[in-house]
C-alpha cells in the first residue's frame, strides 16, 4: 500500500520567516496530495491541494510544489504569523473515492 | 461548502459497554465515508471505507466485528464501537467524498473524542 513520510516532525521558526515541510510517497498511482492543518482537539482544515497535472500552487502565503518523478511534494509557508502554529499533515491519495494516506505530521510553532 | 455534522462529539463509556458515532453530511450525498482514528501526537489512521449501501472495507489490523460501520443512505455513516475497553479511547472522526463532486475533495467531521473508562 500507500507510503507517506513527512519531515520534520517538529519546526520552530521565528515569526516572519518561512516554513517548510516536506513529504515523499510510494504509489506512482497516487494523483492528489493536500495538505492539512490541525489544531488540537480539531478537525483537519484543508489549506492547499495539488494534483498531479501541475507542478506548483499557490494561495496567498501558501504554497504546495510536486515533483512526480521523485514522488516528493512540499508545503511552504512565507511570513509566517503566532497563528500558524498548528500540527500540518500532508497526505496522498489516487481520487475521491480512494482512501487518504496521512502523513506522520509536523508541528510548527512560530515564537514572536 | 460540503459540510459533514459528528455526533456525538466526545463521550464518556464504561469499559464492555457500547458507543454509536454518527456522521450526517449535511448537503451533499457522500458516496464514500472514511473512518479514522487519532491517538495523541500522532497522524490520522485509517479504518475503514465504506461505500453507500455495501459492506465496509477494513484496514489491515482492524476489527470488522468490533467496529461495526453502518452506511445505509447516501447522508448517514455510522461507527459503533461494540464492548469498548481502555485502549479503545482516541479521537475518531470521519471524512465524506462524493463522485458527483470529485473536484471538492474530502470534507472531515469534527471527530468524536471517546474516553472508555
Known amino acids: 500500500g500507500e507510503n507517506v513520510e513527512q519531515h520534520p516532525s517538529t519546526l520552530s521558526v521565528q515569526e516572519g520567516d518561512s516554513a517548510v515541510i516536506k513529504c515523499t510517497y510510494s504509489?506512482?498511482?497516487?494523483?492528489?496530495f493536500p495538505w492539512y492543518k490541525q489544531e488540537l482537539g480539531k478537525r483537519p482544515q484543508l489549506i492547499i491541494d495539488i494534483r498531479s497535472n501541475v507542478g506548483e500552487k499557490k494561495d496567498q502565503r501558501i504554497a504546495v510544489t510536486l515533483n512526480k518523478t521523485a514522488k516528493h511534494f512540499s508545503l511552504h509557508i512565507t511570513e509566517t504569523q503566532p497563528e500558524d502554529s498548528a500540527v500540518y499533515f500532508c497526505?496522498?491519495?489516487?481520487?475521491?473515492?480512494?482512501?487518504?494516506?496521512f502523513g506522520t505530521g509536523t508541528r510548527l510553532q512560530v515564537t514572536l | 461548502g460540503a459540510v459533514v455534522s459528528q455526533h456525538p462529539s466526545w463521550v464518556i463509556c464504561k469499559s464492555g459497554t457500547s458507543v454509536k458515532i454518527e456522521c450526517r453530511s449535511l448537503d451533499f450525498q457522500a458516496t464514500t465515508m472514511f473512518w479514522y482514528r487519532q491517538f495523541p501526537k500522532q497522524s490520522l489512521m485509517l479504518m475503514a471505507t465504506?461505500?453507500?449501501?455495501?459492506?465496509?472495507?477494513?484496514e489491515q489490523g482492524v476489527e470488522k466485528d468490533k467496529f461495526l460501520i453502518n452506511h445505509a443512505s447516501l447522508t448517514l455513516s455510522t461507527l459503533t464501537v461494540t464492548s469498548a475497553h481502555p485502549e479503545d479511547s482516541s479521537f475518531y472522526i470521519c471524512s465524506a467524498s462524493s463522485l458527483a463532486r470529485p473536484l471538492d475533495g474530502y470534507t472531515f467531521g469534527s471527530g468524536t473524542r471517546l474516553t472508555v473508562v
Open positions: 497526505a496522498s491519495g489516487t481520487g475521491t473515492a480512494s482512501k487518504l494516506t
Open positions: 504509489d506512482s498511482a497516487s494523483n492528489y
Open positions: 465504506s461505500n453507500e449501501g455495501s459492506k465496509a472495507t477494513y
